[in-house]
């Protein structure tokens, strides 16, 4: 039988941790490198939630949703497709969320980014404004991933963002507009679709802080999507009683860590080992 005290306490603790829990932009799309490396259509799913403690909470349409593709040789051109119009009502934990299936066609590194509407956050007292992107090489191209893709708040790798696999160490730098942020903090979470457990709450969103060049790095124990949110405060906005309120920016890269390969085993060695 637990002990009153500690049994209070830990209600307190789990309490504390859920109220400050973060909400992330959730952006992702089908993992094309072990599936399929030619895929051509790609289905995406965005949402906003707790993706370690898999909570969620009803999401607006975005405000943009986009792919940007870089060229396959220097000198080429950049372009640019809307998406916005292509997403579907959809649940995400029993909460509004929004899918779409969108055509990539052509060779070439994909970034798909998407901007959400200023969301007025009660319990803290804060908008949350996030900007979201994940990579998609498509036809095995990966020319670009290094290149930033001009969101008001974006993570740029340093490290192949795809290809990763787990444990992985993963390096990017901050931008705000462009430029370096430094001191910025940096929070990471596990999308936690397969009810792994940890040790204590503190283990579920993981923090550090950029250093004066705005670069972090994180290894990412095991396979499966990870949340990389940089943040930061924006102007302010008015809130429901007329007042201006804070903004809290958020600039959320997902990655996909792939599983370790596993040993190819021989049928002698096999046979040996019946």
Known sequence: MKHPIFAALLLVLLT???ACAEYFAILRAQPPLVSNPNRKVFNVSIAFGHPFAQTAADMDMVQMFAAIRY???EGGQTTRREFLDTLKPAKYLRKDAWAGTIPLPDPGLYQLVLE???YWEAQQDIFLQQFAQTLVPVQECERGWEIPVGLKLEILPLTRPFGLTAPALFTGRVLLDGKILPDAPVRIEYLNED??????P???????RTDERGVFSFVCPHPGWWGIAAVTQGDPLKGPDGQPKNTELSGVLWLHVDPPAAP???RRAARQDD
């Open 16 to 18: 504390t941790s859920q």
């Open 71 to 73: 060229p396959l040789e």
């Open 116 to 118: 959400t509407r200023p």
């Open 195 to 200: 009810k792994r457990t940890v040790p204590t």
């Open 202 to 208: 503190y283990h579920q969103t993981q923090r550090i």
């Open 264 to 266: 190819k085993t021989t």
